[in-house]
Structures are given as structure tokens and as C-alpha cells.
């Protein structure tokens, strides 16, 4: 089954306490993204990758870190949580280009991991 | 500066109703304008895109209204049904791209039986 799978699903940890929510994908997808969704801001981008080893920031990075070493993998890591980040995040992957999008979506996002940051 | 507003935040309709949601952008280089729907526990998948080359766009009982004009596009749900509870988010996509997709603020819907 395609899909893209989250861990943890619900993780609460202390400020400061180094933590990562991993992501997988096993659709051969080159890009990747990770978003925060917070009630009345829908949903804004952390980190995106279009490739291995090839990260950009998007709208929120602040905090965050993300690493692509192979092309399935695209773990989010918070060096040190604050409890601003207390949030519900979600992971995405796409084929880069609209040619492959056909009728489905360019995004394909995992069930979200729900952080809560004390 | 949020460039995708969506309107309004959440919304109450009878089981049978007409469900009608909002989007308004800035950025006339937006090319694809998808809506997704988002159950609780869920993230959120695809339910129908627009191209502005068209004005409207149905599938079932969704449809995609596009007013290129007024940079406004609208999600119209015909017969609601309680199924459809669900947060729906629309977006636009500048470039065709996947990383450059822009979403609005989400509408909570609620189906009232």
C-alpha cells in the first residue's frame, strides 16, 4: 500500500529535551515536506526537500532541522523544543514534477504526529 | 503575509444542504488550485483540483467554482451528508510545483443530522 507513515503518532516531552518524529514514504517520491497545522492557520511549511541530500527552509523553519540521506526517509528533528512548537505535524511527499501528477494529488501526506511540548 | 484566505473558519449545515466554502488569493502566478479534506486523525487527501483555464470543475456532489477575474475560488457540496464532517482546506500552487503550494486557513465542517 502507498503511504506515507509518521513516528510517533503522539509524543509530549519537556523544553528543551532533543526529540525526532521520523517520516517514510514508499512511493519513490523525490520531494518531500514536512507542515505544522495550528487552529486558524491552516497548514505552513517547515523544511522541504526536492531530492536526496537537498533541504530548503519554508514559511516556519525556525527551530527545526531536517536531513535527507536517503529518499525515503525525511526525519524532523527539534534540537531543543520549546513549548511554541507544541503543534500537529504532518510530513508530505510528491513527485516533483506536474507531469507525474496526473489526477492525483501532488501531496500525499501521513497521519500526523500530535507534540505537545511542556 | 497569507496569500490563500479562506472563509469562513467553520460551518453548520443540515443533512441535505448546500455546503459552500470560500478561497480568495493575491498571486495571479497561482496555477492549480486543489481542495482537501481532512478527517479527525487524518491528514489531509485530496478531494478535487482546478486549472484556471476552466471556470468550474465537478466530481460527485463536489464542486470547484473559479472566478480567475476575482481570484476567488469556491467549494460547493451538494446534498451534505454527516460523512462530509471534516476540516476542508483549500490551496493554490504557484509553478505546478509541490513545494511551492500555499494553503488557506482550513473550515471546520459540521453536518448536522
Known amino acids: 500500500e502507498a503511504q506515507v507513515t509518521q513516528n510517533p503518532r503522539y509524543l509530549i516531552t519537556v523544553t528543551g529535551k532533543k526529540l525526532t518524529v521520523t517520516c517514510s514514504q514508499n512511493m519513490n517520491h523525490e520531494y518531500m515536506s514536512w507542515y505544522r497545522q495550528d487552529p486558524g492557520l491552516g497548514l505552513r511549511q517547515i523544511y522541504y526537500?526536492?531530492?536526496?541530500?537537498?533541504?530548503d527552509k519554508g514559511d516556519v523553519p525556525e527551530g527545526y532541522k531536517v536531513s535527507r540521506k536517503e529518499k525515503r526517509n525525511f526525519p524532523l528533528i527539534l534540537e531543543s523544543p520549546s513549548p511554541n512548537q507544541t503543534s500537529l505535524y504532518f510530513c508530505a511527499s510528491s513527485f516533483v514534477g506536474a507531469q507525474d501528477w496526473g489526477d492525483n494529488s501532488p501531496l500525499h501526506f501521513g497521519n500526523g504526529t500530535r507534540l505537545t511540548v511542556t | 503575509q497569507q496569500q490563500v484566505k479562506q472563509s469562513p473558519q467553520s460551518l453548520i449545515v443540515q443533512k441535505g444542504g448546500i455546503s459552500i466554502i470560500n478561497c480568495a488569493y493575491e498571486n495571479t502566478a497561482f496555477d492549480y488550485f486543489p481542495w482537501y479534506q481532512q478527517f479527525p486523525g487524518k491528514g489531509p487527501a485530496l478531494l478535487i483540483a482546478?486549472?484556471?483555464?476552466?471556470s468550474e470543475k465537478k466530481e460527485g456532489r463536489f464542486t470547484i467554482s473559479f472566478n480567475k477575474s476575482a481570484k476567488q475560488f469556491s467549494l460547493h457540496i451538494m446534498d451534505s451528508q454527516p460523512g462530509d464532517s471534516a476540516t476542508y482546506f483549500c490551496a493554490a500552487s504557484r509553478d505546478s510545483s509541490a513545494s511551492k503550494i500555499i494553503f488557506g486557513s482550513g473550515t471546520r465542517l459540521s453536518i448536522r443530522p
Open positions: 482546478i486549472r484556471p483555464d476552466v
Open positions: 526537500s526536492m531530492n536526496v541530500e537537498v533541504t
